[in-house]
């Protein structure tokens, strides 16, 4: 069965930081690329960073935001730093196809 599942989602204060995991499992995730999509209220769902040949940010996180993987735990990563209101969404990881069911992000004082 496959499965991504996220974790690390939460309420930060503005300049705070959150690490988001996505743990993969059911399929052979070191071969695939990843990446982490957000979509707030509202809005779109956009991508914010991805891991292909090499790394991608949005310029809204760019210099703020890492993504990351480990392939020996079938898990790929999100640091976010500096984080902003604006910030605000539900997070989602993705890897080939498969996607995870989101991760909370609230930014606020």
């Known amino acids: 069965q496959v499965q991504l599942v996220e974790s690390g989602g939460g309420l930060v204060q503005p300049g705070g930081s959150l690490r988001l995991s996505c743990a993969a499992s059911g399929f052979a995730f070191s071969l695939y690329d990843v990446a982490w999509y957000r979509q707030a209220p509202g809005k779109e769902r956009e991508l914010v960073a991805a891991?292909?040949?090499?790394?991608y940010y949005a310029d809204s996180v760019k210099g703020r935001f890492t993504i990351s993987r480990d392939n020996g735990k079938n898990t790929m990563y999100l640091q976010m730093n500096s984080l902003k209101p604006e910030d605000t969404a539900l997070y989602y990881c993705k890897c080939g196809t498969f996607w995870g069911q989101g991760t909370q992000v609230t930014v606020s004082s």
């Open positions: 891991i292909t040949s090499t790394a």
